[in-house]
């Protein structure tokens, strides 16, 4: 459901960025008439497989998850995001081409989102966002690459440690079964797992 924004709303995404460039009223304002306030259900999409991606969004609260699935229907989840992040399929925007993940809401959220065309536009329009895209975008890549690195290096117990330590915001947030796809291991491992660190305690 796309809404027009409360000015609380809009705040969360201004704060945001207060917090890491300086941008003047002018500026918010321009951002605030470039962005529109979406508001999702659990288990609703908001990018499906085989759609274009032309947004970025800013979650203002809940949890999401983008996945996809592999031929035999099983789900592989890509990453999860809370409050304060963004949500994007990377590629599809980037190329213009089909997506491969869905992206899917794990409990009511409410989200702020950015068109492509819009972004072009406040790029040039607001020169100081440019270094702060490339840096998130930088840090976007390096946590990939890290991902993938733990994925055929680290066992899964390693893997699961690393998840609760980087993220225990989200640790409890999420089912079983979409942990244990995100981690590359089946539900029955994590469980496993997850009882010795219990007992260990």
Known sequence: MTQNFSDKMFSALAAYFSEKIHLTPQELEL???HCYYKKLKKKELLLQEGE???FSAFVVSGCLRSYRLDDWGNEHT???VIKDWWIVDNE???NGTPAQFNIQALEDSELIVLPKESFLLLLEQIPQ???LVDRLQSNSYNASQQRIYKQISASPEE????FVNT???IFNRVPLHMLASYLGISRETLTRIR????KSK
């Open 167 to 169: 993220y225990p915001d």
């Open 31 to 33: 951002m605030e008439q």
């Open 195 to 198: 009882s010795h660190f219990a």
């Open 52 to 54: 274009v991606c032309r």
């Open 129 to 131: 966002l440019k270094p």
């Open 78 to 80: 890509f990453k999860f």
């Open 92 to 94: 599809s925007y980037s």
């Open 159 to 162: 893997r699961y440690q690393a």
